[in-house]
């Protein structure tokens, strides 16, 4: 895949994950376990801004047709995501 950079948490801290995307130049925000002996640069503003991405999911799975995934094409089910999208911006 081509992407720029990758937020993710504590799990996806491993060696083999974290040299693989920076060997494809990606940007890796990802928090650093506390028994990691070699420590690494984070950028700990942008971590915190990935909650932003985190409530939008929340929002929409408040709506259980979206948590329960019952939309049986992926055309109904971005056509959901979109309607639910448009009731939690208007409230």
Excluded: Y
């Excluded at 996806?12 to 995307?21: C, E």
């Excluded at 925000?29 to 915190?48: H, M, T, Y």
Aim: net charge positive; with cysteine; charged share 25%.
């Amino acid at each position: 895949m081509d992407f720029e950079g990758i937020l993710a948490d504590k799990a996806f801290d491993v060696h083999w994950i974290v040299d693989a995307l920076h060997a494809q130049g990606t940007c890796v925000v990802i928090p650093q376990r506390k028994n990691r002996i070699d420590r690494r640069p984070f950028d700990g503003a942008l971590f915190e801004a990935r909650h932003l991405i985190e409530n939008v999911f929340c929002k929409l799975k408040a709506f259980s047709r979206i948590a329960m995934r019952s939309e049986k094409t992926d055309r109904s089910c971005a056509a959901m995501i979109s309607l639910v999208g448009a009731v939690i911006n208007s409230r």
